[in-house]
Each structure stands twice: as structure tokens, then as C-alpha cells.
């Protein structure tokens, strides 16, 4: 049975992840736009500096502060013209801060597969924001090994 687009790309989004620097979590972004992809992230170290995965985490609290997320990794590829109502598709809930910035750059809707526990939901703020859980299924699971 042929994929839906909301899978195909929710799918990118996992295999983008597999280039996670940093161990704590995988997290991979995709930003389509007419169903063509605009840009893709993970979370990994600023470009020239040292990756968790060679120096270990740089932990402030219980985050790493040493990785960039996914979503801001992918919203940074992409033009003004091409985030402005486009979707963005992340292995995670977006975080508080990835939150504000899919606000702030005209992204309208997000679909993520696995939930993250944030303090406040920043996307429920934005009503003009379409949040889509897309949980992964145990097929889906299974083709990726």
C-alpha cells in the first residue's frame, strides 16, 4: 500500500535523525513546502565545533547545550518565502524555544511522531498553527531495522 504524504515525510524526518550528534537524542526535521522538501536537520553541534558524540554532552541542568535542535538545523536551510506556510515534520514534539521560532517563521503546520513533555505549549499559543501527532506504528517501526 503506497504511503500517504504525512508518512513518507514523517519517514525522512527518522532517517534525517540518524545523523544525530548528540546521543541523548535523535531528532531529525523536515520542512516541505508543495510537497517538496525546502530543508532537513538534526540535532548536532554548531558547524567547526566538537560533536557530543566525540567530546560528550555539555550538559546545563538536564539539557545538552551543546547540540542546535533539528527544527532550528532545517528552518535555517530554508528562505523567509519557503518556511511561510510550510509544514514542518519532526521525530519529536518540538521544544518550548523550536516552538516559538515554527511560530515566528510562518511555518502553519507541524506534524511530529513521538511526544515531548514541555513546560508550556507555545504551539497551543499560536491557533493559526496546525499540530498533527502522528504516532509511529509498529509496522512502520519494524521496516526501519
Given at each position: 500500500?503506497?504511503?500517504?504524504?504525512d508518512?513518507?515525510?514523517?519517514?525522512?524526518?527518522?532517517?534525517?535523525?540518524?545523523?544525530?550528534?548528540?546521543?541523548?537524542?535523535?531528532?531529525?526535521?523536515?520542512?516541505?513546502?508543495?510537497?517538496?522538501?525546502?530543508?532537513?536537520?538534526?540535532?548536532?553541534?554548531?558547524?567547526?565545533?566538537?560533536?557530543c558524540?566525540d567530546?560528550?554532552c555539555?550538559?546545563?541542568?538536564?539539557h545538552?547545550?551543546?547540540?542546535?535542535?533539528?527544527e532550528?538545523?532545517a528552518?535555517?536551510?530554508?528562505?523567509?518565502?519557503?518556511?511561510?506556510?510550510?509544514?514542518?515534520?519532526?521525530?519529536?514534539?518540538?521544544c518550548?524555544?523550536?516552538?516559538?521560532?515554527?511560530?515566528?517563521?510562518?511555518?502553519?503546520?507541524?506534524?511530529?511522531?513521538?511526544?515531548?513533555?514541555?513546560?508550556?505549549?507555545?504551539?497551543?499559543?499560536?491557533?493559526?498553527?496546525?499540530?498533527?501527532?502522528?504516532?509511529?506504528?509498529?509496522?512502520?517501526?519494524?521496516?526501519?531495522?
Amino acid at each position: 500500500m503506497r504511503k500517504d504524504w504525512d508518512t513518507y515525510f514523517i519517514d525522512i524526518a527518522f532517517e534525517v535523525a540518524d545523523r544525530s550528534t548528540c546521543p541523548r537524542r535523535s531528532v531529525g526535521a523536515v520542512v516541505v513546502k508543495d510537497r517538496r522538501i525546502k530543508g532537513t536537520g538534526y540535532n548536532g553541534s554548531a558547524a567547526g565545533l566538537p560533536h557530543c558524540i566525540d567530546e560528550g554532552c555539555l550538559m546545563a541542568g538536564n539539557h545538552c547545550i551543546r547540540t542546535i535542535h533539528a527544527e532550528v538545523n532545517a528552518l535555517l536551510e530554508c528562505t523567509p518565502e519557503e518556511r511561510r506556510g510550510a509544514t514542518i515534520y519532526v521525530t519529536d514534539r518540538p521544544c518550548a524555544e523550536c516552538a516559538k521560532l515554527i511560530i515566528s517563521t510562518g511555518i502553519s503546520r507541524v506534524v511530529y511522531a513521538r511526544d515531548y513533555r514541555t513546560d508550556f505549549d507555545w504551539l497551543a499559543m499560536a491557533p493559526w498553527v496546525e499540530v498533527v501527532h502522528l504516532p509511529r506504528t509498529a509496522e512502520a517501526l519494524a521496516a526501519q531495522v
